[in-house]
């Protein structure tokens, strides 16, 4: 009869962690995955960079000079006025980039890799997947959409002068950019997500994402030119901006933000976001019940 001989096992004897921050594991490889090739994110945080600074300069150097483009009634505003809305219509088209090297093929890219067998056989469950790639997008998307307006908002208070009354009306710019950036960074975050769960494969996901954003976008445009300016607030940069413009009680003179409503463009933002997390809650609960890992 054969001898059995202890190999060395010995009982795992570090941290246990509870099952409410299996989420934070997922968020850690995101940005580990993120940060591993210069393509993926440095490139894209590099355009960031040259846009606080150039926008930063603007503001430094030519802060009391006047945009024909943005005005009330026609007059025109002060660059240190339009500057940082400007800005963010720059933060926002390399936030897409982002959403094009990244974000939209995360969840394909694990459908089609079969990821999915790995998460669920270490007992990660739907909420925990959702919530770690959306967190780790947030993240990273916040680097662009929140943390160079957020400086260009410090700098901008820093420019409003040395009295009192300067610096109060100053400091609601920051509220502003927060709230901005705060929308912002949901949208490119959530959105791509979204549709990378759309189909099992990451190349159609990413020309999926893209042509919703390029091509029905601009038709959403043009439809609210002919018809109802609301309808523009389904391209997501037009909704964006409108809440934007009315934030910072900037005008347009010519273009189709300056006329789509406030309540438009949230609605439109909250209904692409509400709609991305739960395709992807969607996606990862049929794959988790398809018997692809086995987790309970």
Not at 106 to 130: C, E, K, W
């Amino acid at each position: 009869m054969s001898t059995i001989h202890d190999l060395g096992y010995q009982r795992y004897v570090g941290t246990r962690r509870t099952a409410a921050t299996r989420w934070r594991v997922i968020v850690r490889n995101q940005l580990s995955i993120a940060w591993k090739t210069w393509w993926r994110y440095k490139a894209v945080l590099a355009l960031a960079v040259i846009v606080t600074f150039v926008a930063g300069g603007f503001m430094y150097l030519a802060s009391d000079q006047r945009v024909r483009a943005f005005g009330r009634a026609g007059i025109p505003q002060m660059m240190k006025e339009v500057a940082i809305p400007v800005a963010l219509q720059w933060y926002c088209r390399i936030a897409f980039l982002l959403s094009l090297t990244l974000s939209a093929g995360v969840v394909a890219t694990d459908m089609q890799s079969g990821a999915f067998t790995f998460y669920f056989a270490r007992s990660i469950r739907p909420v925990d997947y959702v919530i770690g790639k959306l967190a780790g997008m947030v993240l990273l998307v916040a680097t662009i959409t929140l943390a160079g307006p957020v400086l260009l908002a410090a700098l901008r208070i820093g420019l409003s002068g040395d009295d009192t009354e300067s610096l109060a009306d100053a400091l609601p710019v920051l509220l502003k950019v927060f709230a901005i950036g705060g929308l912002a960074t949901l949208v490119y975050a959530a959105v791509p997500l979204g549709f990378s769960a759309l189909v099992p494969n990451r190349r159609y996901a990413l020309a999926l994402w893209a042509a919703y954003y390029l091509v029905v976008g601009a038709m959403a445009i043009g439809i609210g030119y002919a018809t109802s300016h609301s309808l523009g607030a389904l391209q997501l940069p037009s909704a964006i901006e409108a809440v934007t413009l009315r934030l910072f009680d900037v005008e347009i003179l010519h273009g189709l933000d300056a006329k789509v409503p406030l309540s438009a463009g949230l609605i439109s933002i909250g209904a692409h976001v509400v709609v991305a997390i739960g395709l992807v809650g969607w996606r990862v609960r049929a794959a988790q019940q398809s018997g692809v890992g086995g987790a309970t």
